[in-house]
């Protein structure tokens, strides 16, 4: 599914700095094509050039949850490389994609060359972290309307483009993939949305989600 992401950075900071980084190398991969797997020790970091890639994570017993799909401005896999522990999660391509992929150990040098680059890896990490902690939060939440909510308004902030009175999402998610983002069933996602329309809040109109009150939205998305 084209324009299907929920992760990128609008300034690509970090991205803009590596490329023009000597230590840097541009690598591609196919649809289907593993970037990296859960369990194993590297010392790269990847900015997504283009294309988009899903990380998830696997149970022992076999169950995948859906962490995010990467779009174009994504730092991937930085938290592994720095702390030389093995990956917690993996990434494959779900299109073709074009990545840069960055050696932890060359990050001193290419930030003598490229001051830049340490504040907004920070930056980049700051928000990661706390997307994540709204994420665990929404995921203790017993209503998996709320969970649905706090997605989509997360969503709103990152590729909301206001439209007259309303915000149209700019990414395209099926309810199959809403449902493995937030640990539900893809029944469950179509009566949350069909009662999140009902109430007023949303308005789908094929792949395409507008959000007609915000206030709302953010309501289901902390109760």
Do not use: C
């Not at 592994?80 to 050696?103: H, I, K, M, W, Y």
């Not at 994540?132 to 939440?141: H, K, P």
């Amino acid at each position: 599914m084209k324009n299907a992401e929920t992760w990128r950075l609008l300034e690509d900071k970090v991205g803009k700095a590596l490329e023009k980084d000597p230590a840097a190398t541009r690598i591609r991969f196919r649809k289907g094509e593993q970037v990296y797997a859960q369990g194993e020790r590297s010392k790269y970091l990847y900015v997504v050039l283009s294309g988009r890639l899903r990380v998830s994570m696997a149970r022992t017993d076999g169950f995948e949850f859906l962490l995010e799909i990467m779009g174009p401005g994504a730092l991937m896999g930085e938290g592994p490389a720095l702390d030389g522990g093995p990956r917690f999660a993996s990434s494959v391509a779900t299109e073709d994609s074009e990545l840069l992929r960055f050696a932890v150990g060359d990050l001193p040098a290419a930030i003598e060359r490229n001051p830049e680059l340490a504040p907004a890896l920070l930056s980049v990490t700051a928000a990661k972290q706390r997307n994540l902690a709204n994420r665990l939060l929404a995921l203790t939440m017993a209503s998996p309307k709320s969970r649905i909510a706090e997605m989509l308004f997360r969503l709103s902030g990152s590729y909301g483009v206001q439209q007259g009175s309303h915000i149209v999402i700019e990414t395209r998610l099926s309810h199959e993939q809403i449902a493995a983002l937030v640990g539900v069933t893809r029944v469950t996602v179509t009566r949350a949305m069909q009662d999140l329309t009902a109430a007023g809040i949303l308005k789908v109109e094929g792949s395409s989600i507008q959000i007609l009150d915000t206030q709302k939205l953010h309501e289901f998305s902390i109760f």
